[in-house]
């Protein structure tokens, strides 16, 4: 004997197959980011080390070059005249020239961005970096340490400075705070809580498994 499909369940088995198909897709794609046959760079900017600290973290996750950016002519030791310093590059919108050179960056497919907050912005080195450098097309990772005030516009500006970028969620914690004295706080059982951190946030955008 004959059995013919009901016409309305092969509608449905057909539906069914489409939007099982979709979700599989769907949760291939969550493995997009993974960083595997990757070239990663790690490039950072770090006064009193917080950021470095985070950078080297990073580093022991996921393996990567690391680069540290360096001022042709470097900002003053003393606070306060860095401050008044950087609030003027930031008015007049001025671009320190980088000492740092960084070969064949057209090899790497996954680039960290390090910096601090520095008034409530991107750190003007950081902003020669991504203004120099052509990163269409590559992946961007920021992350920050701040005296506990927050990213500010840092995150923003890195968007807007590589507007062909595939720009990832970045991380952030609390470093020191020089105004205070405090310089150097992501050792000891802070690092520990920082690593902890890290590896939680690369799983989350799927940078680790
Ligand atoms: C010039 C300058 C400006 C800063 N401005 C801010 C700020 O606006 N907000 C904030 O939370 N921290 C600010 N900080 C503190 C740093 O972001 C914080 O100490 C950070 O952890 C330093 O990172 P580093 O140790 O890698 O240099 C500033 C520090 C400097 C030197």
Not at 81 to 102: M, R, S, W
Not at 146 to 160: C, D, H, L, R, Y
């Amino acid at each position: 004997m004959k059995t013919i499909m009901h016409p309305g369940l092969l509608i449905a088995t057909v539906i069914c197959l489409i939007s099982s198909c979709t979700k599989a897709q769907n949760s291939s794609s969550g493995t997009e980011n993974n960083l595997t046959g990757k070239n990663i760079l790690i490039v950072y900017l770090s006064r009193t080390n917080n950021t470095k600290a985070i950078a080297e973290l990073i580093q022991k996750e996921v393996g990567g070059k690391m680069v540290s950016l360096e001022l042709q002519q470097p900002y003053p030791e003393n606070y306060q005249a860095i401050v008044d310093q950087v609030a003027k590059e930031n008015a007049d919108g001025f671009l320190p020239p980088l000492k740092t050179k960084i070969d064949s960056i057209e090899n790497f497919d996954v680039i960290f961005l390090g910096f601090p907050t520095w008034g409530m912005q991107l750190p003007p080195p950081m902003k020669s970096f991504l203004r120099q450098y052509d990163l269409k097309g590559k992946t961007l990772v920021p992350f920050n340490t701040n005296a506990g005030f927050g990213i500010g516009s840092t995150f923003q500006t890195v968007k807007e400075l590589a507007p062909s970028s595939n720009i990832l969620e970045g991380f952030s914690m609390q470093g020191g705070k020089e105004r205070d004295g405090v310089y150097l706080v992501i050792q000891g059982e802070k690092e520990k809580q920082a690593k902890a951190e890290i590896i939680k946030w690369l799983k989350t955008i799927n940078i680790k498994n």
